[in-house]
């Protein structure tokens, strides 16, 4: 798949506009939509967003690091692994959302404190994050996540339920689907000569968990449009965001 998504995109002589102007014929008649297609080119200019696109995270922990040894595991991934689906096919039967989902949006969070901090991450890094309010708070306050609102309480219920959801209707699964091909674009054209298809499929798993949490916090069992926008923006939100302010 990258080396196909690589190919297309040399061989394309589209730029960031053309592709935009080709999402906004699709789904500009939604309100929102065209805002965030401006956030997104804002991107192209972004060194922390080309940073992002470059971690390994592999590579980002001091030798011998291994965080199995952390006792302690937050009650979101506990609850999250035992109540959504496991099963590696997302469907609309098994459900849009799995664990590997919430831990992947997870996983963004030691990547931008080492592009913070500028140094590779210890034991004790990990600990802080297992730590950490800002996960929670990312799935439950969504664009408010840096407010002074409350961290709500982690419950089972509210994984139950992110287990659960479908598409409202195929608009919503395309939108988001068009806002990670944009991206995608915009690598390949503004930093090309690397696969980029890891970020973004990871990039595509974590907009439409939050999506979803999106349509669980608004009380529907439906991942709307309007979900689908929000969940790009809390993305576009927490790469311009200092997490080492919420660590």
Request: contains cysteine; glycine residues 8%; negative net charge.
């Amino acid at each position: 798949m990258g080396f196909i998504n690589n190919i297309i995109g040399f061989l394309s002589n589209d730029t960031n506009e053309v592709e935009a102007k080709r999402l906004l014929s699709n789904f500009g008649d939604i309100g929102g939509v065209a805002e965030l297609v401006d956030l997104t080119l804002e991107l192209e200019h972004s060194s922390v967003y080309k940073d992002l696109t470059y971690v390994d995270l592999d590579e980002i922990n001091e030798p011998g690091v291994d965080t199995s040894e952390i006792e302690e595991i937050p009650p979101f991934i506990k609850y999250a692994a035992e109540n959504m689906s496991n099963f590696p096919l997302r469907t609309s039967v098994t459900g849009l959302l799995g664990p590997n989902d919430v831990w992947l949006h997870f996983t963004f969070i030691p990547s931008l404190y080492f592009l913070r901090v500028g140094r590779k991450l210890t034991l004790d890094d990990y600990r802080m994050f297992f730590g950490s309010v800002l996960p929670v708070r990312l799935m439950f306050l969504l664009e408010g996540f840096d407010s002074d609102l409350e961290t709500p309480e982690v419950t089972p219920d509210f994984f139950k339920k992110l287990g659960k959801l479908k598409w409202e209707n195929k608009k919503a699964g395309k939108l988001n689907l068009a806002i990670t091909d944009l991206r995608l674009n915009i690598m390949l054209t503004i930093w090309p000569g690397k696969d980029f298809t890891p970020i973004s499929v990871n990039e595509q798993a974590v907009t439409q968990l939050w999506a979803g949490c999106s349509a669980v916090v608004g009380g529907r069992d439906r991942i709307s449009v309007e979900d689908v926008l929000v969940g790009q923006r809390v993305y576009l939100k927490l790469i311009n965001t200092d997490v080492s302010k919420w660590l």
